[in-house]
Structure formats: C-alpha cells, structure tokens
C-alpha cells in the first residue's frame, strides 16, 4: 500500500479550521480536518451570533457552522471525526496520531480551540447560550437594560463584570472565596461598588440556575452556608479558559503560560510546517470573525510554506 | 459650541473597518467612519466572492458590503463621506482632518486599504471583476481549464502567473521590458515555460482588452513596435500595490519599506491609541476575511486602550 502524505492536516473543524480549509482547499491543495467533538466548534453551540461579519441581523450559530462546513467541503475538504493524541515533527514531514492511527502530513494546522472551564452546576449546559453565556464581548449586548449573575474573581470575571456594566442595571457578582483580581482591577471595581451598579458577595458557591418557561430567573447559591437566591435575567461565567493542547505534550510546540500556542505574525509556531490560528492562539480574541481571519490568513502561510518546500526540492 | 471628542474615528468604510465598527458600536463606544470613496471598499466593486467564510455558495461583493454597512449601521455607527487629508497625534487625542475640518478622537483605526495599480487601458475598469482581475488568491479558481493573460514582470507576477497554472491550461505573460522577478522565480517559471504551461512575450505593452458580450475574449498588445493578439478567458494584472498611507506623511506613524502601516500582534501601531487593520497593514494578505478578522480585533484593542485611559483619569 503507497503511504499517503496529505498537504495539510488541520487539527480541529471549528470556524478558523473550515475557513483555513475553504482557502486551501480552493487551490486546489489536499486538505483533511480532524475533530473530535462538533463541526463548528463554539460557534455550531452558541445560539444567536450578532457580530460576525456580513450578518445584517445576526444569524444562529448552528447555521453559520453548517455554511462553513458546506462551503469548505464545496471545494473538496475532507472531515472526519477523530481524536488526535498526539503531533510529532519530523522534518519535511509531520506526524499525527489520530485514534492511534499516524496520519502523516506536510504542514500542520492546530485550530482546536479553548473550552470555557464550566461550573458543573444544574442548568449551565441546559441553559448554555440562552441565559448562560461566557462571553461578555458576544452576548453582553443582549442584556440592555437587565439584570446579571456574574460568577468568578479573578481578573477576567471581575473586568467582564465592569464592562457588562454599560449595559445591565444591575450586576450581583458571586465569588466563591475572595477577589484575586489585580489591585488596579479591584480599586476600580469599588466605583461601581459605590454606585450601586455591583453588589460583591463573597464566599458565596453558585449552586444552581434555575430556569422557568426555558428562561432564565434565579440563581441558588450558598453563601457562608446559607442558601441564597439571586433573581437574574442572565448569568455569566468567568472561571477560566482551558485551551485545547493537553495533545502536544512532547511535541515541541511553543506553548504560553496559559498552555496557549505561540505564533508570529504569520500564524507559524516555532516548529516550520506547523501552523496554528483562532482560539487556541495565545492572544486569541475568542471571536469568530478573528478565528476565521486568521484561518484564511494562516491557510496562504501555508500555501507559501509548501510552494517554497516544492522549490527546494 | 462644546468640542465633540469622538472615541473612536475610522478612517476608511471598508470591510475592515466596517467589522471593527460591528464590535465597538455594539459596545457603546461612539464611533465614527469616514470614507472618500465606496462603502464597502474592494468588496463592494468585486463581482462574486467566493471565499469569504459563511456564504457556502459564495455572495455577491455589493450584498456582503450592503449587509456589513447594515450591520454596523444597526448598533450605531456613523458613516460620513469626506476625505482625510492628515493625522496628527494630540497625546491624549488625535486630530483628524476630514476635508479641511479638524476632528478630534481617542484612538483612531486606520482602515484605508491598498488599492491595486491599473493599466490604464480600455476595458480594464469597464470588466473588473468580469475578465479583469488583480488577485490570484480571490479569483484564479474562477478559471480552470481556461487560458488566461497575466500582465507583468515583477515578483508578483511571476509568482501568482505560476500559481495560477494549478488552474489554467495556458498563460501568456506579457511583460512591459524585461523580467525583473527573482533569480529563484526565473529558474521556476523556466519549468512552467519548458513545459508549455506559460509562454513569456518581453517587450510588450498591453493596449486593450477586448470583450464580446461583456466576456473578454482578447487582449491587444504592441510587441517591439508590431501589434499582437492574444485570444484569452480572463487577465490577471500584477504591477503593484499602492497603499492609502498618503496622508500619514509628518504623522510619525511607522510604515514599512512598501509604504504599509506596521503594526504588533494587537493591530496598534508605533503611536498609542492609534490602530491599524486589513489591506494597508504590513503584512495584509488582501483577503476580505482577515480584513474582517483584523478589523474585529483591533476593536477589541480599542476598548482595552479605551477602558486603560479611563481608569488612569
């Protein structure tokens, strides 16, 4: 049996994967995406998406994911499921074990993500997109005039409290034992605090998100081991990003301190012919619209990066 | 009269521009586009785009530049009509002048886009996008198995006329004097010459393109002092990229050597609170979709830098 090498590999079938394979696929260079879990990643789960790009009046994610995904197969790019465990360079080469089988491939694309670390609370997942949101940048715009649960106390939950303040009339922010944010971050924090925009609890544990009607009304919590309750139109959650990588141990690929990939300007990691893009990027902006440019932009790096191995043979 | 201070102005309603304008205005940040010639940039004067990621069956450029424009129009943004003619940094502020007024902004994103340069020849503007194109990457899959022209000597040329042979069944390349690409494209294009794939014609200067029924069918060219033709189903012209970067001269905003903005990984440029996005950034790959993506980041940037002024006040 002749071994195939592929052209491309992308890790993941997410929007900065499909739009990657929609332009290598478009030219004609061989191209198979690998994912594990949903063909349109964050994008395919999330209900409503208002901001990306060319939507006058927003579209479901669902749909966008599933025109990524007709529009990258359009142009002969292959997807399949599969759970990749592990990358491995091997100089013009480069080998990925999917489902214990090694797929052997010119250049690498890792497009699989972050996941946003859950609580693992009644009602988050059911609720997720629809009352629960862990994007403030995505669905704060949907809380306009309304109140919010924000959960967490580190830096991130504590300056998405704040911004989502331009919209909310109010916010209850539940903190599970102190704030951690940053002194600048917490000085701030007490203006709103002040104003009655934020109300603090502290050692307060979100228990539940109760719903009525499938929206969203109450947060159940335990605070100090009394239980509370928080009526709220919405809650967001901010306890964390775990970005998709765990697979590269060993690979040599240049991680961040947050186990994000390191990039230049190019969307090239440190290792030549393994590229990366979208949210699993250190810098990432966990928007679409930025997965999908950087997806298009990393798939001509990737063109330029197999024309030039193709000079020097 | 009280002095207005914008938060943010953009310069240019391109895609780039437009999208940024999607995510800052859904913010509540008070933003301002000025734009001297089309809304919607290239996009808009582009026929059919088929790569731009969630249209599976591709759109028509002057739907997706109307939806954009819609788009950002919907959360608040403010399109003008004006030419800016200078930038100056304030510190704090910057001042704008938008034709010989002077308007004053927080952060500015310079978003003007590169313009392609033309022949001058008749039928050039009359079958843009129809017959006439100037990106390999966005239209040469619209010509397999059909024979094209390619205008030009340079690089560029030489490379996308080589690109563009995974597609076609026969390129003439015209070139104006002599071939002025690298000694490393020269020896590749040899191959393609070798095998019949493209023939080069030195000394020759296209005059016209010719359509028959709005569908180009041949160009004409003076070849050392003879009138030639050659039957073809599109021309690809590649003699240069000009920058919107004219009125930046006594800015001090940091360009590249061809005239492009520099920016780092967070689209800011040498000059706080001063952004840059899409086709006039270093680096820019002239494609709708990291136009988008850069646009959308560089949004996020402005809020960050935004929220940063407001907490040191």
């Given at each position: 049996?002749?071994?195939?090498?592929?052209?491309?590999?992308?890790?993941?079938?997410?929007?900065?994967?499909?739009?990657?394979?929609?332009?290598?696929?478009?030219?004609?260079?061989?191209?198979?995406?690998?994912?594990?879990?949903?063909?349109?990643?964050?994008?395919?789960?999330?209900?409503?998406?208002?901001?990306?790009?060319?939507?006058?009046?927003?579209?479901?994610?669902?749909?966008?994911?599933?025109?990524?995904?007709?529009?990258?197969?359009?142009?002969?790019?292959?997807?399949?499921?599969?759970?990749?465990?592990?990358?491995?360079?091997?100089?013009?080469?480069?080998?990925?074990?999917?489902?214990?089988?090694?797929?052997?491939?010119?250049?690498?694309?890792?497009?699989?993500?972050?996941?946003y670390n859950k609580?693992?609370?009644?009602?988050?997942?059911?609720?997720?997109?629809?009352?629960?949101?862990?994007?403030?940048?995505?669905?704060?715009?949907?809380?306009?005039?309304?109140?919010?649960?924000?959960?967490?106390?580190?830096?991130?939950?504590?300056?998405?409290?704040?911004?989502?303040?331009?919209?909310?009339?109010?916010?209850?922010?539940?903190?599970?034992?102190?704030?951690?944010?940053?002194?600048?971050?917490?000085?701030?924090?007490?203006?709103?605090?002040?104003?009655?925009?934020?109300?603090?609890?502290?050692?307060?544990?979100?228990?539940?998100?109760?719903?009525?009607?499938?929206?969203?009304?109450?947060?159940?919590?335990?605070?100090?081991?009394?239980?509370?309750?928080?009526?709220?139109?919405?809650?967001?959650?901010?306890v964390g990003?775990k970005?998709?990588?765990?697979?590269?141990?060993?690979?040599?690929?240049?991680?961040?301190?947050?186990?994000?990939?390191?990039?230049?300007?190019?969307?090239?990691?440190?290792?030549?012919?393994?590229?990366?893009?979208?949210?699993?990027?250190?810098?990432?902006?966990?928007?679409?619209?930025?997965?999908?440019?950087?997806?298009?932009?990393?798939?001509?790096?990737?063109?330029?990066?197999?024309?030039?191995?193709?000079?020097?043979?």
């Amino acid at each position: 049996m002749d071994k195939v090498v592929r052209d491309v590999v992308m890790i993941g079938a997410g929007p900065s994967a499909l739009a990657a394979a929609v332009y290598t696929t478009r030219e004609d260079i061989d191209t198979v995406l690998y994912e594990k879990g949903v063909i349109g990643g964050l994008a395919a789960i999330t209900d409503q998406i208002d901001n990306y790009p060319g939507f006058a009046d927003g579209i479901a994610g669902l749909t966008l994911a599933d025109q990524l995904q007709k529009q990258a197969e359009r142009f002969g790019a292959h997807i399949d499921f599969g759970d990749v465990s592990s990358l491995r360079d091997n100089g013009d080469t480069k080998i990925v074990v999917v489902d214990d089988v090694e797929v052997e491939a010119k250049t690498v694309l890792i497009a699989t993500g972050s996941d946003y670390n859950k609580l693992g609370v009644p009602g988050e997942v059911e609720y997720y997109g629809r009352g629960v949101h862990y994007c403030a940048t995505c669905d704060g715009a949907f809380y306009r005039e309304k109140r919010l649960v924000v959960v967490g106390g580190g830096n991130s939950a504590v300056q998405e409290a704040i911004f989502l303040t331009r919209f909310t009339t109010h916010i209850d922010l539940l903190v599970r034992s102190t704030i951690k944010a940053s002194e600048v971050l917490q000085h701030e924090l007490q203006k709103y605090v002040d104003d009655g925009k934020i109300t603090v609890h502290l050692q307060t544990t979100t228990d539940e998100i109760v719903a009525v009607d499938k929206k969203v009304t109450e947060v159940k919590a335990t605070k100090e081991g009394a239980s509370v309750s928080f009526a709220t139109d919405g809650v967001f959650i901010f306890v964390g990003l775990k970005p998709n990588t765990q697979f590269l141990e060993g690979s040599g690929v240049e991680l961040d301190e947050y186990g994000l990939i390191k990039t230049d300007l190019h969307l090239a990691t440190n290792i030549p012919g393994i590229f990366a893009s979208g949210d699993v990027r250190s810098g990432a902006t966990m928007q679409i619209a930025s997965a999908v440019g950087e997806g298009a932009s990393a798939a001509l790096s990737i063109r330029e990066y197999l024309d030039k191995q193709k000079l020097a043979v």
